[in-house]
């Protein structure tokens, strides 16, 4: 990856299941991800993960974030539009091959996060959403990242790779 990104936009959702709403700025906190969000680790309230205050926290759930070209791309390929936050992605990206991110060290906003996994669709994203999502978003469905150093990230904020 080569120069930098933007954040177009930003979403939490307070439950699991709740709709994504935008948000002006997230505060994201190293370990435990975005403050108010269903995943952040004092809440524990996402559809996927279940961890007592003793277990170690699961890898890749601080954050995670797509391509904002992917969503345009599976609108015009196959006709699927998803609404702002429809995707269930906390970040919106322009400019920046998320993929390549994986393993790496970058900077989203002010925080530092690393790339863990990608963040492929799942059957609850296209029984939330439509038929065929799932397919659409193979491979591009994002990025499920780390948070390393607390920060907070805007819309207009750079994401730039430190490595």
Not at 49 to 68: F, N, P
Request: aromatic share 4%; with cysteine; charged share 30%.
């Amino acid at each position: 990856m080569t120069g930098s990104g933007t954040v177009e936009r930003a979403f939490i959702a307070h439950e699991a299941e709740a709709q994504m709403e935008e948000q002006v700025d997230v505060e994201a906190i190293a370990g435990k991800g975005l403050r108010g969000d269903r995943y952040f680790s004092e809440i524990e309230t996402g559809t996927f993960v279940k961890w007592d205050s003793d277990e170690q926290r699961h890898d890749g759930y601080d954050l995670t974030l797509i391509e904002q070209e992917a969503v345009t791309a599976i609108e015009r390929e196959v006709e699927i539009e998803l609404a702002p936050g429809e995707h269930r992605r906390n970040i919106e990206t322009r400019d920046v091959a998320l993929n390549h991110l994986v393993g790496q060290q970058f900077r989203v906003g002010d925080a530092i996060c690393r790339g863990n996994r990608l963040c492929e669709p799942c059957s609850h994203l296209q029984r939330i959403t439509q038929d065929g999502v799932l397919q659409a978003l193979t491979h591009r469905g994002g990025l499920r990242a780390d948070i390393l150093e607390d920060g907070m990230i805007r819309p207009g904020d750079a994401i730039e790779p430190l490595e």
